[in-house]
């Protein structure tokens, strides 16, 4: 998926930034709420987002009720980052199908389970699985 990302023009991305990055989809986001949601520091939240905004993908602004606060948000680069993954995760998805054959639907659903059982399903749809 790196390789088809920096095909795409994303070649900066490192896959950690990704964490932070969907975090921002459905609008901006403090430093502070993004650190909570990372459960990382928000000193090493602000790294990456510096890093990340030198690279266009993401913006910091004032908040209006705060001045101190600066609020997340991603760019159009950041969500062309973004859509460009989705496509990559479907290139893999369907090479894996194909590299499966017919018992793809039963040995997905066999690591489904698996996931559930160990909480990973749980962290992935709270958007905090680790690598």
């Known amino acids: ?17 990704g ?4 975090h921002l989809q459905h609008g901006p986001v403090t430093i502070g709420e993004l650190a909570d949601k990372l459960g990382i520091s928000a ?11 030198r690279k266009g993908y993401v913006t910091r602004t004032a908040s209006s009720g705060d001045q101190r606060i600066r609020l997340v948000d991603l760019t159009s ?8 993954s989705r496509r990559a995760r479907a290139e893999v998805n369907r090479g894996l199908r194909a590299t499966l ?3 793809a639907p039963a ?9 559930e059982a160990t909480g990973a399903v ?7 699985l680790r690598p």
């Open 1 to 17: 998926m790196t390789a088809t990302l920096a095909q795409a023009g994303f070649g900066d991305l490192r896959p950690s930034d």
């Open 19 to 22: 964490f932070l990055v969907q």
């Open 43 to 53: 000193q090493g939240v602000s790294k990456t987002v510096i890093e990340m905004e």
């Open 77 to 84: 680069r950041g969500w062309e980052a973004i859509y460009a």
């Open 101 to 103: 054959g017919p018992g």
């Open 107 to 115: 040995f997905l659903d066999q690591i489904h389970h698996l996931a």
């Open 122 to 128: 749980a962290a992935l749809t709270e958007r905090r």
